[in-house]
């Protein structure tokens, strides 16, 4: 018996301990090829759905990070809750910021491990120098206002999430290659 009838036989009865929709389901995966794309299909892609920018997001962290502070003060006309919520959102802004500084100056890392392991280096730093600032806090904003501190630490910080939800729409759909 062949390579391929052996593989034949094995996708056969396996296939056939499926069920009957699982079993069409199978088929379909198993007779799908890959295809690459060739260069133009992938110009195309990349036209279709841009990279987010990390500097836009840093950029909206600082406005909503402000927003966020402004507003502390605005309710409660307490200029500490002012401070302590913007230090809060200075604690995810400037992490972040020096997080998009460093990958932006190995973006043309040409092996994708080295790659990777800047990601994760920088992340490190970005996280080291978020608890750095927390902990330093206390001593750094008087009359500190924890509760004000973490509005602006985790509204800024979910600034994230909505870029990502807002992000760059699709011109056409993808599906189309």
Known sequence: MGQAEHERTVYTSAAAALEPDSRAIADEVHE??????????????????????????????????????????????????LWSAG???????????LFA???????????????????????????????????????LVEGLSWLALLAGFVVTMKVYWVAMWLGPVRKESINKF
């Open 87 to 97: 230090y809060g959102a200075l604690a995810v802004v400037l992490p972040a910021a």
């Open 32 to 81: 799908e090829e890959f295809k690459p794309l060739t260069r133009e299909e992938a110009r195309r892609l990349r036209v279709l759905s841009p990279a987010l920018s990390l500097w836009k997001v840093v950029a909206g962290q600082a406005a909503v990070g402000v927003v966020v502070a402004l507003l502390a003060w605005v309710l409660t006309g307490n200029v500490q809750m």
């Open 101 to 139: 500084r460093g990958l932006s100056r190995q973006n043309s890392a040409l092996h994708g491990n080295a790659a990777l392991v800047g990601f994760f280096v920088w992340e490190g730093v970005k996280i080291g120098l978020t608890v750095a600032m927390l902990v330093a806090a206390p001593t």
